[in-house]
């Protein structure tokens, strides 16, 4: 037989793991946030701070190195290009890219801008069909 209370003292244990469970997971979800995409990438191919890539995505060849000096949006510049042609990326507020194929998509990093440019254009278009 159970004693008096002790059921309600289970439900009660139950709910504040829950509870902390929660807002754990919160306080981590808040910080990944307050760190910014571009440091999560830290290290990786194409992040700020990052080696250079030159890679071959869905047929394209896509290249990027970091710039040195400040350069127009300030420290963290690339200069990436998709076929040899130039694909200009500009760094948001966030630490996020954008790029001029794609103005309303952010990217934690250019090599994933450049790859979303590639998914843009397609297998028939390029970067200088493009600017016209």
Known sequence: MEAKGTR????RRRHLIVVAATAALGAAGAFRVLRGPAQEERG??????GPAFDETYRGRRIQGEPTTGGGVHGPGGWRVTVD???????RRAD??????VDHYRSYST????????????GTRQSLAGRLH
């Open 8 to 11: 309600s003292g289970t439900v």
């Open 44 to 49: 990786r191919p194409g992040a700020p701070g």
């Open 84 to 90: 040899g042609k130039p694909l200009g990326l500009m």
């Open 95 to 100: 630490g996020s890219y954008l790029s001029m």
């Open 110 to 121: 250019p090599l994933a801008a450049a790859r979303g440019a590639v998914d843009e254009l």
